[in-house]
């Protein structure tokens, strides 16, 4: 079992940049590969960014309306999103996921969610 907490989210002004942070808790998160999916009012859960467990490979979502940047610390047990130039377009609420068994683009294939972080950005 593994319990993830997102931390980060806020109001920004297009142009701006945030950096979303996931605290896992429980054995095993270093191993697990993990993503950030994000979820707008009247949508359905959209696919962000993807690492495996080692940090070394890496995949983004299409349209994401800003510069998206994954990484991870295991040492910490963290994992981050970094975003840049962020666009009205990306405000969400977003989530992070670990342990995909499948393709790691669909957010049916993941174990482990935390409960969101809001990010609004403003025009």
């Known amino acids: 079992q593994v319990d993830l907490v997102e931390s980060g989210g806020g109001l920004v002004q297009a142009g701006g940049s945030l950096r979303l942070s996931c605290a896992a808790s429980?054995?095993?998160?270093?191993?697990?590969?993990a993503g950030w999916f994000r979820q707008a009012p009247g949508k359905g859960r959209e696919f962000v960014a993807y690492?495996?467990?080692?940090?070394?490979?890496?995949n983004y979502g299409n349209s994401l309306g800003g510069r998206f940047t994954i990484s991870r610390d295991n040492a910490k047990n963290m994992l981050y999103l970094q975003m840049e130039n962020l666009k009205p377009e990306a405000t969400a609420n977003y989530y992070c996921a670990a342990r995909p068994i499948g393709n790691a683009r669909e957010p049916e294939s993941y174990a482990y969610w935390g409960q969101g972080t809001q990010v609004t950005v403003s025009s």
């Open positions: 429980g054995r095993s998160f270093d191993t697990y590969d």
């Open positions: 690492i495996n467990w080692g940090g070394f490979s890496t």
